[in-house]
């Protein structure tokens, strides 16, 4: 008789393990000292930088989405480009002192970080996860995405590996392998977890948000580009394209419509060919609608992080040899509009405006659909007009003049390298940074008494003369032979006589 196993109940199992293991792992790791955790973190980025051609190769293989040539990008920014922003970082003990006001400032670790990695970014999200919960005397718990397991978790025994190797305690990192919602929900809320890192879907971070748990969620990325009329138009144009095209569009900070000043549309429409962008004719923008959006309000899966060839293919619709877009021309925007989503495939809508005023009209309208809070691009040579956007668009980051996929996540830009892009509370996140090591850090503050502060002297209040003449009274009642007077009787007597004498 073949006995069947409760795979929901094994994944439960291997959760709660994996938390107590970690978190045994991690009450060794508080001890270690700063060169200590920088050496660890040091060996594991190295190691990460050192197979991200082989893991995002992998990632392709096993979620069908992206270019493996732009994984491995994303996996290098995940390892170096994260390491070398956070390694001069202090994260151990005393890390500032301020010596005039006399306080003292000292870090110490959360515990342990459940962390959710998302299918369109599975070895590069772990990667930088694992190294900002490292730096900071952290374990970390991670959960990968149904579909891309065995890449999330190869990514993570790499890391393991050179932990390890590199002084860390056993059980430091640890990956669930039996892809299971009731246990990643389960892990969220698991008594031992004290933190929680979610990079997912929206209802995935609404769970962490109710777990229960101090969490780090992102929201989606509906990510406008504006083009100003006095962009350079041959410069932003490639940028977008290849902004757009990098991996598929499946970074959240990608663009997602273009916004074009009339007077300047017909230049970027020959700059997009150019550039291989291919332009939908109405009737087959009305068929590619169907396929982005089989149900309103919600992106089909079959296209995420798939080649414009793919997705043509989809629609039955031919491109020319070396598309590398598909656009098709909007005037709505809606949840019932397909091409006004955010699609994270290399598919765009493009608007035409008349002046700033309107493009910014369209921008938020874009946003208020499902990017608040996370980003926008502009290319514009009249700094004016980029204030102007960062003042009143409800974003936490304006990319200007540059790929907006990249650039928000640090690649060509100062912005802090970074997997995880806090959307503020115009997204419902807590924060609206680029968030890294400093976010997994809890911060001690010892304050030495500066200042004298002299507090007014306390007495007891006086009784005013009309209470003193009821207590003489009531008194002399108290200490008389005649126990037929009734005291309370006596007292509301005399309180109303004193008052009629005083009026």
Known sequence: MVQLVDKDLLALQQMRLAVQTAKEAQEKFMSYTQQQVDKIVKAVADAAFEHSGRLAQLAVEETGMGVAAHKKIKNEVGSRDVYESIKDLKTVGVIKEDHLNKVVEIAAPFGVVAAIIPTTNPTSTAFFKTLISLKTRNAIVVSPHPYAVKCTHEALKVCDAAAVAAGAPEGLIQCLTLASMEATQQLMSHKDINLIVATGGGALVKAAYSS?????????????????????????????????????????????????????????????????????????????????????????????????????????????????????????????????????????????VDGVKHAKEVCLDLLNLGGRGHSLALHTEIDAVAREFAMEMPVSRILVNTMSSVGAVGGTTGLMPSLTLGCGTFGGNITSDNVTAKHLLNIKRMAYGTKEVQLPKHSEPVASSNDQLVSSVMNNVSTSTNSNIDPALVQNLVSEIVKQLTK
């Open 212 to 352: 229960g748990k101090p969490a780090y969620g992102v929201g989606p990325g509906n990510v406008p580009v504006y083009i100003e009329r006095s962009a350079k138009i041959e410069k932003a144009v490639k940028d977008i394209v290849d902004s757009k095209s990098f991996d598929y569009g499946t970074i959240c900070a990608t663009e997602q419509a273009i916004v074009v000043d009339k007077h300047v549309v017909d230049l970027v429409t020959r700059e997009l060919k150019k550039n291989g962008a291919y332009i939908l004719s109405d009737e087959e923008k009305k068929i590619m609608e169907g396929v982005i959006s089989p149900t309103p309000g919600k992106v089909n899966p079959k296209v995420v992080g798939k080649s414009p060839q793919f997705i043509a293919d989809l629609a039955g619709i031919s491109l020319p040899e070396g598309t590398r877009l598909i656009i098709g021309i909007e005037t709505k925007i809606g949840k019932d509009i397909p091409f006004s989503l955010e699609k994270l495939s290399p598919i765009f809508a493009m608007y035409t």
